[in-house]
C-alpha cells in the first residue's frame, strides 16, 4: 500500500530477516535491527496518519511514540510477526488502527 508519491512515505518492502532480528530478546543484536525497523517504518506511517486519518503533526508525534513503546518495544511487535501471513506492513497498520481508539479516548479522557 503506497500511502504517497514521496518515497519516504511509502512502506519499504519487507526484509524478513530483519524482522526477525528485530524480534529477538533486547541486548541482542535485535536492537540494532529493531532501530532500522523504526526508521524505515516511521515516515510511512506519519503520512498515513497525516493523509488518512487526518491527524495534526503533534496528535501524530504522541500517538506514534505511545505506539512504538507499547506495541513496538513493550509487546515486541516484530517477534509477532509471520512471514506466512503476510507482508510486515499490514501486521502494523492494522495493529496502529486497532491501538488509535483507545489511544483517542484515553487522551479525550485527559482533557
Do not use: C
Not at 64 to 69: A, D, I, K, P, Y
Amino acid at each position: 500500500m503506497s500511502v504517497s508519491d514521496g518515497p519516504d512515505q511509502r512502506f519499504p518492502t519487507t526484509h524478513w530477516t530483519e524482522v526477525v532480528r528485530a524480534g529477538f530478546a533486547p541486548g541482542t543484536d535485535g536492537q540494532g535491527a529493531l532501530s532500522d525497523l523504526l526508521v524505515r517504518y516511521l515516515p510511512p506511517l506519519r503520512a498515513y496518519l497525516t493523509r488518512v486519518r487526518g491527524l495534526r503533526p503533534d496528535e501524530i508525534d504522541d500517538l506514534l511514540q505511545e505506539f512504538v513503546t507499547t506495541k513496538f518495544l513493550a509487546q515486541n511487535l516484530a517477534a509477532q510477526a509471520e512471514r506466512s501471513r503476510g507482508k510486515f506492513r499490514s501486521l502494523i497498520l492494522k495493529t496502529l488502527q486497532n491501538f488509535m481508539p483507545l489511544f483517542i479516548l484515553r487522551h479525550a479522557l485527559q482533557n
